[in-house]
T-cell receptor
Framework: KAGVTQTPRYLIKTRGQQVTLSCSPI?????VSWYQQTPGQGLQFLFE???????NKGNFPGRFSGRQFSNSRSEMNVSTLELGDSALYLC????????????FGNGTRLTVT | KNEVEQSPQNLTAQEGEFITINCSYS?????LHWLQQHPGGGIVSLFM???GKKKHGRLIATINIQEKHSSLHITASHPRDSAVYIC??????????FGTGTSLTVIP
């Protein structure tokens, strides 16, 4: 099976712009979750989608949003970018059954200038 | 206060040494996860456990639910084990909380 695919790998944006990141889960996985990783804060949970519905949301402002499509692919959007949004954004997919592990993509490194 | 605390933050070991990384958590959990992150960003899930002990090759993970504590052990450490090890917990709503990670360097 192909792994979790995130695109693009690298992205440079300017403050105030918006950005959309994409995540294709492992085939058959219906749960996709998103994470932000920065040197200062470490890994932080953004949100989880399952069957096209947001099931959980971390403590991030409304500028961070996402959606999931019927094929389980997910997108994450950040509007009105700030310098502090520079980070590695990771997505993970799972079967979301009891004790199903997370499978991470390689991440999208976003730099906001 | 962080929901998940890891120690040590940094660890340097000689090849062949036995290594222990500790994780304490303060929330109710459905599962505890040990993750490995190599330079470049990719994260691999090593273990997911809710009780007892799991072993995979030279890696062993244990959890004590009553004490809200888990340990990751690496036996006969090797330079390829050099990575950041992250402890994470998931609660009943599948929300995740992460430790800050332990950076391990194994010297040949």
């Amino acid at each position: 099976k192909a792994g979790v695919t995130q695109t693009p790998r690298y992205l440079i944006k300017t403050r105030g712009q918006q950005v959309t990141l994409s995540c294709s889960p492992i085939s058959g996985h219906r749960s996709v979750s998103w994470y932000q990783q920065t040197p200062g804060q470490g890994l932080q949970f953004l949100f989880e989608y399952f069957s096209e519905t947001q099931r959980n949301k971390g403590n991030f402002p409304g500028r961070f949003s996402g959606r999931q499509f019927s094929n389980s692919r997910s997108e994450m959007n950040v509007s009105t970018l700030e310098l502090g949004d520079s980070a590695l954004y990771l997505c993970a997919s799972s079967e979301r059954t009891a004790y199903s592990p997370l499978h991470f993509g390689n991440g999208t490194r976003l730099t906001v200038t | 206060k962080n929901e998940v605390e890891q120690s040590p933050q940094n660890l340097t070991a000689q090849e062949g040494e036995f290594i222990t990384i500790n994780c304490s958590y303060s929330v109710g959990i459905s599962a505890l996860h040990w993750l490995q992150q190599h330079p470049g960003g990719g994260i691999v899930s090593l273990f997911m456990l809710s009780s007892g002990k799991k072993k995979h090759g030279r890696l062993i993970a244990t959890i004590n639910i009553q004490e809200k504590h888990s340990s990751l052990h690496i036996t006969a450490s090797h330079p390829r084990d050099s990575a950041v090890y992250i402890c994470a917990v998931s609660d009943d709503s599948n929300q995740f909380y992460f430790g800050t990670g332990t950076s391990l360097t194994v010297i040949p």
